[in-house]
């Protein structure tokens, strides 16, 4: 592979802000696709899908490389992100486990659950190193060079900030995260903030249901498991938060020694529910076989505020933050009810094609 930029590259990030700027400078929007970042690298048959991390994709998303074969130029370097499109919008879940290391799966999951390749930017072109210059030049080469198709699609981009603003407010139905913010004369510049991105922030009240504790040792909160109640009054598990002072690790410990119960007794006895022997455990991580997901379980009696971005089927799709507890809230009005449920939105009507 001989190409004017060469992997690896570190894709340039973006800056989180509380609202979406409107310029100066004159600013590009388009729509934060929820996936894999990864820089696409293409040398004739050659074809290598770098992430975020610098570490290939190629071998799990056969089928995308069967696309930018098909779709992009014969020589180029593309920036982007790679999703699934299910039923309702954006499927995280089935793209994280396309991550797979057994090379059969990976060609079934291809076939059942097909990824497409989402491009956002041009790093290079034929001979032409373009992360030099000006984004606005960047974005109309690549779309110039990029025919619209199955499998590889140029993400839509506006420079009106109305427009951009009820995209922030439709798209998040289609499973999208939010808009990115571009400055239209910015060059490329790998492994630094200069985008923004505004995404959605919620809070919600939840149940501690139980903690995982620190790997530093046995004294100290590693993460809180949080509960809401579904509509048959059973507690489903959506999440955990983690972030906290060493100090109040070891301070959250002690307060909730007095809540620690039996299994027996919780709505989390998973192991017996699956057949297995009662531990403080869970199933098991289908991310990391070897991940120790043993908790302790507390009665569901403390309530805490949390901010959220959005849901994954009935869990948070990122890890949320602490934000108050909430000593006033019974725990039996933590349901999916206090919940705001975005617009149903169409993949199909962002990108024709994807969805």
């Known amino acids: 592979m001989h190409l004017p930029v060469m992997p690896p590259v570190a894709p340039m990030l973006a800056k989180s802000v509380p609202d979406l700027p409107a310029g100066p400078p004159a600013l590009s929007y388009e729509p934060k696709w929820d996936g894999f970042r990864s820089i696409c690298f293409r040398d004739g048959d050659e074809v290598e899908l770098g992430s975020r991390n610098e570490r290939p994709l190629t071998r799990y998303f056969p089928e995308v490389v069967d696309a930018v074969r098909e779709a992009l130029p014969p020589r180029c370097v593309v920036d982007g992100e790679i999703v699934v499109a299910g039923e309702r919008g954006l499927d995280f879940d089935a793209l994280q486990l396309r991550l797979h290391p057994a090379a059969s799966r990976v060609r079934l999951l291809a ?15 034929g001979d032409d190193d373009y992360t030099s210059r000006p984004f606005a030049e960047r974005r109309a080469a690549l779309v110039a060079a990029v025919p619209a198709g199955r499998g590889v699609h140029v993400t839509p981009a506006t420079t009106d900030a109305a427009v951009a603003r009820r995209w922030f407010d439709e798209f998040e139905g289609a499973g999208l995260d939010g808009v990115v913010a571009k400055p239209l004369a910015g060059t490329y510049q790998p492994n630094k903030r200069v985008m923004f991105k505004v995404k959605h922030q919620r809070t919600a009240d939840c149940v501690v249901a139980g903690y995982r504790l620190h790997k530093s040792g046995a004294d100290a909160i590693g993460s809180l498991m949080l509960g809401l109640y579904r509509d048959d009054d059973t507690l489903a598990s959506v999440g955990v938060i983690g972030a906290f002072p060493m100090a109040r690790r070891r301070e959250l410990f002690d307060e909730l020694q007095p809540l620690v119960t039996k299994f027996d007794d919780h709505p989390w006895n998973w192991g017996a529910q699956q057949g297995a022997r009662t531990t403080p455990r869970s199933a098991g991580s289908r991310w ?7 908790f302790v379980p507390l009665r569901p009696e403390r309530v805490v505020e949390v901010r959220y971005e959005h849901m994954e089927g009935e869990r948070f799709r990122h890890m949320a933050q602490f934000n108050r507890w909430r000593p006033d809230r019974d725990p039996r009005s933590c349901t999916y009810d206090q919940l705001e449920q975005p617009v149903t939105f169409k993949l199909d009507d962002i990108l024709p094609g994807l969805g």
Not at 116 to 121: L, Q, S, Y
Not at 288 to 294: E, F, Y
């Open 111 to 125: 076939e059942r659950t097909p990824a497409a390749f989402i491009a956002f930017d041009l790093l290079a072109l």
């Open 288 to 294: 990391n076989a070897g991940k120790d997901l043993s």
